[in-house]
């Protein structure tokens, strides 16, 4: 269950993959210009977009107490500038995994929108104001790119590490390798 000296546990293996497959989820569901999820017609889209964000919000923080618990692999060998830029992309993937679902929740409720979930609303808890709601909701959709691309970046490092460096980086979190 907790990480060896070379590979994540599988409690953070599947925290890291569910959160993958979420956002991916999450981002297809919602649209380009993050106001035609607040129509009517798009109401079911809606509440399972952000029912997604709330999961992604509580696996990643359940996925950092693991991470306290469970440990992490031994590090591997590597250039300093590879490692800084490593933690860097980490910090800030867990920075985005957090502000995202923060920021849609806040612009939302400024906005005066409830958090819309599966078979019930969360109404808004803070007062409303509109303009900086709006601002915050597009904070939300420049993270939800960022995310991406971000992530993008890790992907490519991590089939770096495996095709080039063929190093065990990739086989560290990958499932049943």
Request: aromatic share 10%.
């Amino acid at each position: 269950m907790c990480s060896s000296s070379s590979r994540y546990g599988a409690p953070v293996r599947l925290f890291h993959w569910l959160t993958v497959m979420l956002v991916l989820v999450a981002y297809s569901l919602s649209s380009g210009d993050g106001y035609s999820l607040y129509s009517a017609s798009a109401d079911g889209l809606r509440r399972i977009h952000e029912a997604i964000g709330v999961l992604v919000f509580g696996v990643v923080v359940l996925r950092l107490i693991w991470r306290l618990v469970g440990g992490a692999p031994a590090k591997q060998a590597m250039p300093r500038l590879m490692t800084l830029t490593a933690q860097l992309v980490h910090f800030a993937l867990y920075v985005l995994l957090i502000a995202i679902p923060t920021t849609a929740v806040l612009g939302t409720w400024l906005e005066g929108i409830p958090v819309t979930l599966p078979g019930f609303d969360i109404a808004p808890q803070i007062t409303q104001a509109r303009i900086l709601g709006h601002l915050i909701m597009e904070i939300h959709t420049a993270l939800g790119y960022a995310i991406l691309w971000v992530a993008c970046v890790h992907s490519a490092a991590a089939l770096f590490h495996y095709f080039y460096l063929r190093d065990e980086v990739l086989q560290s979190m990958i499932p049943g390798a």
